[in-house]
């Protein structure tokens, strides 16, 4: 009896870390400006990332201008997003991919012995972000 407790609790352990890490990330993208190459992709495909989960977000370092990553947008679709940029700081044309992958996050969460799925977790930080804790 006393190995299924201590089973689920290192599942919800697992989740809080999970969901610690969910928060700091999009905190820390909350609190800094992003590229506008970004907001704009963002913006013509209806997303405001003001109210969007930042999941990851990669930069490409001088020489080699580039966004790429992962973002949760305030209605609920995991974006997958990758673009090359000029000089300007502008999307190159035929660069930019902009990718609704929730399929993936969304059957990640049915796996069994995994807790709570990492998508569901990240609906949870958006959700409190947009909304305050609830």
Same mark, same amino acid.
């Given at each position: 009896?006393?190995?299924?407790?201590?089973?689920?609790?290192?599942?919800?352990?697992q989740?809080a870390?999970?969901?610690?890490?969910?928060?700091?990330?999009?905190?820390?993208?909350?609190?800094?400006?992003?590229p506008?190459?970004?907001?704009?992709?963002?913006?013509?495909?209806?997303?405001?990332?003001g %109210?969007? $989960?930042m999941?990851d977000? &990669?930069?490409a370092?001088p020489?080699?201008?580039? *966004?790429?990553? /992962?973002?949760?947008s305030?209605?609920?679709?995991?974006?997958?997003?990758?673009?090359?940029?000029?000089?300007?700081?502008?999307?190159?044309?035929?660069s930019?991919?902009?990718?609704d992958?929730?399929? %993936?996050? $969304?059957?990640?969460?049915? &796996?069994?012995?995994?807790?709570?799925?990492?998508? *569901?977790?990240? /609906?949870?930080v958006?959700?409190?972000?947009?909304h305050?804790?609830?």
């Amino acid at each position: 009896m006393g190995d299924a407790m201590s089973k689920q609790y290192s599942v919800q352990q697992q989740n809080a870390q999970t969901l610690a890490a969910i928060r700091q990330t999009a905190a820390w993208w909350r609190a800094r400006p992003l590229p506008d190459a970004l907001r704009q992709c963002a913006a013509s495909h209806g997303v405001a990332l003001g %109210a969007a $989960l930042m999941l990851d977000l &990669r930069l490409a370092w001088p020489g080699m201008p580039a *966004v790429c990553g /992962k973002l949760l947008s305030a209605d609920g679709h995991f974006i997958h997003f990758e673009m090359e940029l000029d000089e300007d700081l502008h999307p190159l044309p035929g660069s930019v991919q902009w990718q609704d992958i929730s399929a %993936a996050y $969304l059957r990640a969460a049915h &796996r069994h012995g995994t807790g709570v799925g990492y998508g *569901v977790l990240c /609906k949870k930080v958006l959700q409190e972000l947009n909304h305050g804790a609830s």
